[in-house]
Nanobody
């Protein structure tokens, strides 16, 4: 079992920045796929950014150059730095992990980009 707890969401103006954190209940060395998805109202959940096999990174085209995923192995935490936020980035952001074919989700954190 893995528990994932997100934090850092909130309300921000267009062009602003936010940093999301996802703390895992166990070492992230054993979570080969770990990252972030988001779901906007009326839309499907979509990949934002994710570590693949612990080393490679995949980004959604819509966030490339604006969002950066990183990790602190000592703190079992993955981060999502979001810059130049746009209204279309408004969504609930979920931390996601896959361990031995089991998929885990955090509870989600709301990000709202509005003036």
């Amino acid at each position: 079992q893995v528990q994932l707890v997100e934090s850092g969401g909130g309300l921000v103006q267009p062009g602003g920045s936010l940093r999301l954190s996802c703390a895992a209940s166990r070492s992230i060395f054993v979570i080969p796929f770990m990252g972030w998805y988001r779901q906007a109202p009326g839309k499907d959940r979509e990949l934002v950014a994710e570590f693949i096999s612990g080393t490679s990174i995949q980004y959604a085209n819509s966030v490339k150059g604006r969002f950066t995923i990183s990790r602190d192995n000592a703190k079992n935490t993955v981060f999502l730095q979001m810059n130049d936020l746009k209204p279309e980035d408004t969504a609930v952001y979920y931390c996601h992990g896959i361990v031995r074919s089991n998929t885990y989700w955090g509870q989600g954190t709301q990000v709202t980009v509005s003036s």
